[in-house]
């Protein structure tokens, strides 16, 4: 059987970084990352990117999700290929995750979401 999977690894990503952004929207009250501004973290990270001229292959990817199965910690958000979790609250944190991770390549601590927080 073969593998789909890039198995030199020279290969590179489609995308250098790509960060998804839980938009989900409960209806009934419960906790959801749309509760908590989630539209415009997600709107302003992709015009910031834009402004940049970093999307596309080869750079960063900015992408809507569902539920990412932390919503205690929400509004979340989640890098790759690095996999770190972050929380924000306001357009300076999305800010500090665009220029410090998305284009610097350094996690951006302050923001990083607790192990533990889940659902
Ligand atoms: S609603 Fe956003 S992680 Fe579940």
Known sequence: MTSALPSDPSD??????????????RK?????CAQHHAQEGFDHC??????????????????????LDRCSGGPVAVVYPEGV??????ANDIDDIVNEHL???????????PPHVGR
């Open 46 to 67: 992709k015009q910031r990117i834009r402004d940049a001229k970093l999307s596309g292959p080869g750079q960063v990817r900015v992408n809507k999700a569902g539920c």
């Open 28 to 32: 009934n009250g419960e906790e959801c």
């Open 12 to 25: 590179k990503p489609y995308f250098a970084r790509h960060i998804f952004f839980c938009l989900n929207e």
């Open 85 to 90: 979790w972050y929380t924000y609250v306001d």
């Open 103 to 113: 284009i610097g390549g350094k996690v951006v601590q302050r923001l990083v979401l």
